[in-house]
């Protein structure tokens, strides 16, 4: 089962600010909420029934008693702040090596904690049937992005990726209902990228982001959302790892997006290895 605590601080950030409010109160009170009926949180958190209902459904729990059996079945091990661990100017290869495993672990695990299974099979299909699939990016955000054209051009997916920004105007301009631009920014404020989304909006495309866990401009502009969980610090180290979770993500979409059609995906990739193979 998930640790319901870990999906709570994972998504406070997404919440509207009276969830947000439950939520707080919630992880400051974990053991008595888990004893407490939703009317006795709802009169101790000052909140009502209805908004406590409305965050369990953000933070993808079934109802309250499912987000009270997830947090009483969590590890307490699980609960520490592990994120404090940072490196330091005359840090050890070891402490290094355990800091960036450590960054790059949590990342993973909080990031496919917070996107929804069934969020992710509808991206899934969207990019499937797309006449067409727009991959942009700025910085390190257009490397994450290429990585993706890359593997889905090995399924022979009509795909690219955009780096500069008239490039990505002038695509989203010829976009159509049939097409889907998949846009990555961590900030979610990259005005680039918020840019060639409204154009895309504007001429139907389907849009799909994928940002950090907080409510941002590029995030609203979509009508689907993948979320990065990572906690930058001052040295960075958990820039690396922000990398890896959406790499990771990335994954998952792919593999999913090939066995769809998986007898094609085969002959597809049978094909592009044949060729790489002979040269």
């Known amino acids: 089962m998930e640790n319901g605590i870990e999906r709570i601080r994972s998504g406070i950030e997404l919440l509207k600010p009276a969830e947000k409010n439950v939520a707080i109160y919630i992880l400051q009170h974990l053991e008595d909420v888990i004893r407490m009926s939703i009317a006795v949180l709802a009169e101790r958190a000052k909140t009502s029934e209805a908004t406590i209902i409305r965050m369990c ?25 592990s994120h404090n661990f940072e490196l330091k100017k005359d840090s050890t290869i070891l402490q290094m090596v355990q800091t960036i495993e ?42 994450v992005a290429q990585d993706f054209e890359h593997k889905l051009k090995r399924i022979n997916k009509n795909c690219e990726t955009i780096f500069d920004s008239h490039g ?84 998952i979409l792919y593999t999913g997006i090939a066995t769809l059609d998986y007898d094609k995906s085969v002959v597809a990739l049978n094909r592009t290895l044949e060729v790489i193979n002979s040269f």
């Open 102 to 143: 450590t960054h790059n672990i949590e990342a993973i695990q909080r990031t496919l904690m917070i996107n929804d299974e069934r969020e992710l099979e509808k991206i899934m299909h969207q990019m499937n049937n797309a006449r067409k699939i727009i991959f942009i990016g700025i910085g390190a955000s257009a490397i």
């Open 168 to 251: 990505q105007l002038i695509a989203a301009t010829h976009l159509t209902s049939e097409d889907v631009l998949f846009a990555i920014s961590y900030s979610g404020e990259t005005k680039e990228i918020i840019n060639a989304l409204s154009v895309a909006k504007q001429n139907k495309a389907t849009i799909i982001t994928m940002t950090q866990n907080k409510r941002n401009t590029v995030q609203s502009l979509g009508h689907y959302a993948l979320y990065i969980v990572s906690y930058e610090a001052d040295i960075r180290s958990s820039a690396t790892s922000s990398r890896i979770a959406q790499l990771t993500l990335i994954d």
């Open 57 to 81: 459904r953000a933070l993808n729990f079934s109802g309250f008693k499912d987000l009270k059996l997830s947090i009483a079945t969590a590890s307490t091990i699980t609960v520490q702040k």
